[in-house]
C-alpha cells in the first residue's frame, strides 16, 4: 500500500471515530448520570436499550478492530430497528438518528478496514 493510500485510510478511520463519539459520549453520559422516569422500566425498553448499548459497543471496539466493530454497530443498528416493531408495534421513531450516530460511523469503519 502506497503512503498517499495510507494517508486516505488514516483519515477515513479518524472521520469515523470523530462520527463515532457523540454516541459514544452520549450512551456514557446516561450510563453514569441516567434520566429515567420512575417506576418500573418494561422489558421492552431494556430490549431496546441493550440493542443500542451493544450498538456503540460496537463502535467503541471499531476504534481498535474496525470491521469486527463496524459490523457489530451495524448489525445491532438492524436489530434495534427490526425488533422494535416486535416490542413496541409500528417503525422505530428513532432509526434516523441511530442511523446517522451510530450506522454511519459503523459503516465507514468497516469500509475503511475494507481497503486496508
Known sequence: MEESEKKGLSRK?????????????FVGAEIFAPHS???????????LVGLMVLAVAGLIISWRWARV???IALAAY???????PFVR???APTWWMLGLFVAGPGLLFYLADREN
Open 69 to 71: 466493530g463496524g459490523v
Open 13 to 25: 478511520m479518524w472521520a469515523a471515530r470523530l462520527w463515532s463519539l457523540p454516541a459514544i459520549l
Open 37 to 47: 422516569g420512575e417506576g418500573a422500566v418494561p422489558w421492552q425498553d431494556w430490549v
Open 89 to 91: 408495534g409500528g417503525f
Open 78 to 84: 438492524l436489530l434495534h430497528v427490526g425488533v422494535w
